[in-house]
């Protein structure tokens, strides 16, 4: 617009032709030229006063135009925009000076800017280009994204990956066992039902951290763990746990561990059960054997005809059995207990070792349950205590029964090898047994007792001292009296 209103300005005829009638008619054909070449949309002579003298609109001519900026009246070159009737135009003003300086018109050229419609088809042939390469690189996109998505996501596609993870949820909220994955950042992954409720953890607990949770130093440490292990016994405060653990390892990566939990504890009481029902028959075992041996002597004295050396003999017999029972069952007035203890010491005395009731031992009758609980927790004691004196000779194991009238202190004491320091607290927690692994189901009693003493709110202790002493104590809630 600038270039085409200075050429017109310089042209000779305009000078000598502003300010004439005639003005208008002379330089019509070079204004239309002018309007032509710049295309335009119209080219106008204005006076200082802003009125066109002449136009390439003859319609135009005598009116007042806007299109004249006061820079353009100062003499000097200007383009801009200009608003006039609501339409927006691009405007190139340029003034013709006289010989002495001053302003004799102002040449106008302008061109009105196009409506939107037409700007947008002028942009149509790139904006396709550009829409076509933005889609191309979006389909590239997309294909290099879907494949990282399949490569992660094992080829699934989303709805087999929902159905994957309802089925996922549906198995382990099914299963009896528990199940509990720990990730790499020590965070429980995976928890469902049964995992709750055997460690009782609440529902929030997935996606806590191992160490927030409220479990047991010993179930923590397994849990945090990073290596395979399997049939590990844990007892908690209410539960005898079997914990197997697997550690997870995807394309040479660590991902954390999987635990199982089995709840043996109805296992492990039947186990007791069963030993009892075991040593019970063991016992009689040993009192036949030796009532048989009592029974031949009677009768080799009866066919020798030693008859005042038979009533004799056998009232010692009758004499020594009576003492045992009556020894015990005076300081031991519940039926249950007695009973007890003399068959465990017809028992130890056929390996050879004798049981002695301590002198201050003291018990009165006790209700059914706190009966069951006294018989289970001073069986298993007696009985380890008979397995780590086997083989010595001239050995007595010593039995305490102590009632308070708020609960009763049970101890054993054995003069065996002791128990090392750092095994103290392992032989209750994890089941441990110093036996033989060809001696299937051992390493249960300790825990069963440690079992029922937390369950009654007692505990149990083991000391090293020429020997080893175990005592446990069971309090009883009012009623547990008979």
Known sequence: MLASAESFASTPIVASQIGTPQASLVLAPDMERTRSLSNASVVAIADSGGTVIASSDPTTVGTHTDFVAAKALQGRAWTGDIASGGE??????????????????????????????????????????????????????????????RRGTRGLEPHEIAELADHREALLYSIREGVIGVGADGKVTVLNKSAMELLNLPPESAGARILDLPVGNQIRSSLLETTDNAETALVTDTRILVLNRRAVVSRGRYMG??????????????????????????????????????????????????????????????????????????????????????????????????????????????????????????????????????????????????????????????????????????????????????????????????????????????????????EATLPYPPGDRS
């Open 88 to 149: 927006q135009s691009i405007v190139a003003n340029v003034p013709v000076l006289r010989d002495d300086g001053s302003v004799a018109g102002i040449i106008v050229v302008a061109e009105e800017y196009p409506p939107v419609g037409t700007e947008l088809e002028a942009a149509v042939p790139g904006l396709l280009l550009f829409l076509g390469i933005g889609a191309g690189l979006g389909v590239l996109g997309s294909w290099v994204l879907s494949g990282l998505v």
């Open 257 to 470: 561990t999987v635990t199982t939990l089995r709840d043996r504890t109805e296992l492990a009481e039947l186990r007791s059960q069963l030993a009892m029902n075991q040593s019970i028959t063991e016992t009689m075992r040993a009192q036949t054997h030796e009532f048989f041996n009592h029974l031949h002597t009677v009768s080799g004295l009866v066919q020798l005809g030693e008859f005042n050396e038979v009533r004799q003999f056998i009232g010692t017999l009758t004499r020594r059995s009576a003492e045992i029972t009556q020894d015990i069952s005076q300081r031991i007035e519940d039926p249950t207990v007695t009973a007890l203890l003399v068959a465990k010491t017809s028992l130890a005395r056929e390996s050879g070792i004798a049981l002695q009731l301590s002198e201050d031992s003291g018990v009165g009758p006790l209700g059914p349950s706190l009966a069951a609980d006294v018989i289970t927790v001073l069986g298993n004691l007696i009985d380890n205590a008979v397995d780590a004196t086997a083989g010595l000779s001239d050995i007595a194991i010593a039995v305490g029964l102590h009632d308070n009238g708020t609960m009763i202190t049970l101890s054993v004491s054995d003069p065996g090898p002791g128990i090392p320091e750092d095994l103290e607290q392992r032989i209750f927690s994890r089941g441990f047994t110093t036996k033989p692994p060809v001696s299937a189901g051992r390493g249960v009693g300790l825990a069963l007792v440690r079992l029922v003493c937390s369950q009654r709110g007692g505990e149990v202790t083991v000391r090293t001292d020429n020997g080893a002493t175990f």
